[in-house]
């Protein structure tokens, strides 16, 4: 069964301070990668996603993620935090196109909060 | 523009009671998703259909039943049989050529 852990619950960076949000995800294959933010009470935007190639992948909203297989992990950075990043941050895995009917399981998310 | 639209915003009901969530979307996907978010838990997964007249159910579909009568629409209808249904209701859908979820702003359902 594919998981995702994002072990993180809460992170309180400085504004202009660099961000690294952490995932670490169980798939039996070459997962499809995920990460997504959250405003409260608001639905889902993705931020960036990782299929296959190059594994450092670029983002909107100044993000980036990267892809390391041997650690299982799929960690989203940013080099200098912006007080609207302010959010709610979930990192996701499928299975691809045809696989587990492309069903997607999330970790329990990281609330970031951005100190002024 | 296109997207999802989930109706309504803010959703009351009395215990005993039936209530169904409205989701529509206007991308032409094939693929339609409702997850049910609680704090510290994520997303889970309720139901999901790849085609029309066809779903399955996700990791939490007890107390909760779905229809997929036309491709625009995939309403999620929480039965009396959900023990607790207080919960923020998110759908999305999937295009399949361009992976990854489009989602809907929610619909948070309170049991008073």
């Known amino acids: 069964a594919q998981s995702v852990t994002q072990p993180d619950i809460h992170i309180t960076v400085s504004e202009g301070a660099s961000l690294e949000l952490r995932c670490n995800y169980s798939y039996g294959a070459t997962p499809y990668l995920f990460w997504y933010v959250q405003s409260p009470g608001q639905g889902l935007q993705l931020l960036l996603k990782?299929?296959?190639?190059?594994?450092l992948v670029q983002g909107i909203k100044g993000f980036e993620a990267e892809f390391k297989r041997s650690q299982s992990s799929f960690n989203l950075r940013k080099p200098s935090v912006h007080w609207s990043d302010a959010a709610e941050y979930f990192c996701?895995?499928?299975?691809?196109?045809?696989?587990?009917?492309?069903?997607?399981?999330f970790g329990t998310g990281t609330q970031l909060k951005v100190e002024l | 523009d296109g997207g999802i639209t989930q109706s309504p915003k803010y959703l009351f009901r009395k215990e005993g009671q039936n209530v169904t969530l409205s989701c529509e979307q206007n991308l032409n996907h094939d693929a339609m998703y409702w997850y049910r978010q609680d704090p510290g838990q994520g997303l889970r997964l309720i139901y999901y259909?790849?085609?029309?007249?066809?779903?399955q159910k996700g990791d939490i579909a007890e107390g909760y039943s779905v229809s997929r009568e036309k491709k625009e629409s995939f309403p999620l209808t929480v039965t009396s049989a959900q023990k607790n249904p207080t919960a923020f209701y998110l759908c999305?859908?999937?295009?399949?050529?361009?992976?990854?979820?489009?989602f809907g702003s929610g619909t948070r359902l309170t049991v008073v």
């Open positions: 259909s790849q085609i029309v007249n066809d779903f």
């Open positions: 999305a859908s999937n295009g399949g050529r361009n992976y990854g979820y489009t």
């Open positions: 990782y299929f296959s190639g190059d594994t």
């Open positions: 996701a895995v499928g299975g691809g196109l045809t696989g587990g009917g492309n069903k997607l399981t």
